[in-house]
Structure formats: C-alpha cells, structure tokens
C-alpha cells in the first residue's frame, strides 16, 4: 500500500470570488495562508463548500494551481473531483496532476444515482488514472449515492484508494467501516456536526466546513480528542456546535461564507444562482456568529 496516511483537519476550502463573479485569487490565498498558520493539517479544493458545481474545468484548475501556491508544501493540497462523466474527470485529473497535487477527493457519482457497481468502476476509474492517493466522499444523503462497508471491502485492492470521507450522517457507519476494514482506510468525518462523536469512534480526521473561519478551534478540538482530553474537547465542542448546524444545509454555502466575513477572514460574493442570505436567513447566521465570539475560548483563538 502507498505509504501517505492523511490524518488532522482538512477544510474544504470556499471559493472567493469577486462581486462580478470573478475568482479572487489574492482574497482565495490570503483564506488558505491564514487556516495554514493556525495549523490545519491539509487543503481540499474545489468541493460543494467550494461551488465545484459553478465552475468550469479551467477554473477549477486555476483554484487548484491557487491553492498549491498559497500552500507552498506546508500542506497537502487534494483536488475534488465532481465531474458528471468519468471522461471529464480524467480530464480534470490529468491537469491536477500535472499541477502537482498530493492527492484527489472523488465523488462516486454526481447527478446520476449509479448503482453500487457502476460507482465503484468509476471510483477505480478515477483511482488509476490519479495514480496518487485518494479519499472517497461518500454523501448519500446530498447524492444518493452510498459505498457502504462491503463495497469499500471490494474496492480495497485499488492500492490508490487511502481514504473516506464519511458524510451519511449515520455515526454507526464509522464503527462498520472499522469492523468491516480495520485501519485499511482513513476514516474522515465530513459531518460538521459530527465532529466529536466521529474523533470519539475513531476517526482519522475531519473534513471541516466551519474550520474554513475558525481553524485553530477545529485544530484545538481534534488534538484534544487524540490525546484523550475529552471533557475539554466537550466544551469547546458544545462551543462550536451551534456554528457547524450551520454547514448541514442546503445553503451551507451562503451559510459558510457569511460566516467567512463576518469573522473577518473572507468575502459572501457567491455565484448564481445562489444568493447571499438575506431577511431571517441573515439574521440568524448572524446571531449565531455574534453570541459564538462573545463567547469564544481565547486559550485556543484562531491567530488572524
């Protein structure tokens, strides 16, 4: 098997884009540099969180190429790969690599609900032609997809794929890919609001949405859990909860980005036809971020 062993916090990044719907390349570096510095683990470009579906293949590549200057190998930097066909994947994946990522997130199917044959050949699809490291995301509740244990057995041949990112919203899933798989893959939560429970039953790392603004506390949250300290991850996690509600909607991104400037740490510009939140929406993002920094824990605040 290949050696990497991704673990920690990975934020799937947001893409920042200018008022005119333009990538914001200085404002998209600028966000990555700065959840570098407050010591998050790796960089996943391009994802849900990242308007993937707003983009175009060249695009996505310039946010790619972005990310890895901004990164500077301090970081590994995994493109998201959510192409509707396997041939345009491969072409997204032959361009990332040619930029020098150090991996891939890989949607089985987007769009098309494939049975569990049809995405597991695209999976390996995906996989060989990477020849690097790869994390499945696995989200059957937004993509009505779902790799389950017996399926992630079939596929652990593919000597490419390393890793899962678990998204069911079922935390029992996780033990059932342990006892199915042992540690034959890292585990990721991608379930904001899983965070705790998902570190409690073992898992590798998380793929953060509200880490994106608040990284050294996600960071903080995760080191706590690995060295056992679980009652003072409890309460920075009790903290956290009610911002990272706000990543498990259809409006995670609005949600997010708000949050981003709100914070001070980034921009709402979306692209269409998502809209920047607006009347009760607004407010209550709003509230939830104010009464989180009146009360944030200055022992583990992210450094600006």
């Given amino acids: 098997m290949n050696a990497t062993r991704w ?17 914001d390349a200085a404002g998209t570096t600028k966000h990555i540099d700065f959840q570098i510095r407050n010591g998050i683990h790796g960089v996943v470009t391009c994802g849900s969180l990242g308007e993937a579906s707003t983009l175009s293949l060249e695009e996505k590549l310039d946010v790619t190429r972005i990310a890895l200057e901004a990164a ?18 491969l072409r997204y994946i032959d361009g990332a ?10 949607m089985p199917s987007v769009i098309y ?32 997809v ?6 992630m057995l079939e596929l652990a041949d593919c000597k490419w794929v390393e890793a899962i990112k678990e998204s069911t919203g079922d935390i029992r899933r996780v033990t059932d890919l342990r006892n199915a798989l042992g540690d034959r893959y890292q585990i990721f939560m991608g379930v904001d609001d899983l965070a705790y429970e998902g570190l409690a039953v073992g898992c590798d790392g998380l793929l953060a949405g509200v880490g994106c603004a608040f990284p050294r506390e996600t960071v903080a949250l995760f080191d706590l859990m690995k060295a056992g300290e679980f ?15 706000l990543d498990v909607s259809t409006k995670l991104v609005q949600n997010l980005k708000l949050i981003d400037a709100l914070v001070g740490v980034g921009s709402e510009h979306v692209r269409r036809p998502r809209l920047p939140l607006v009347g009760e929406e607004r407010a209550y993002v709003e509230s939830v971020v104010k009464k989180a920094l009146a009360g944030r824990p200055e022992q583990y605040r992210s450094v600006m």
Avoid: C
């Fill in 7 to 23: 673990t920690g916090i990975f934020p799937a990044i947001t893409t920042k884009f200018h008022a005119d719907e333009s990538i």
């Fill in 72 to 89: 500077d190998g301090r970081v590994p930097v995994l493109a998201n790969v959510s192409e509707t066909s396997t041939r345009d994947a």
């Fill in 97 to 106: 690599n040619k930029l020098g990522v150090a991996g891939f997130m890989v």
């Fill in 113 to 144: 609900v494939a049975d569990a044959r049809e995405a597991m050949q695209n999976v390996r699809a995906m996989a060989e032609a990477a020849q690097k490291p790869v994390m499945v995301y696995n989200n059957p509740v937004a993509y009505r």
């Fill in 146 to 151: 779902d790799l389950k244990p017996e399926h």
């Fill in 231 to 245: 009652a003072e991850a409890l309460a920075l996690y009790q903290w956290m909860t009610p911002l990272l509600h």
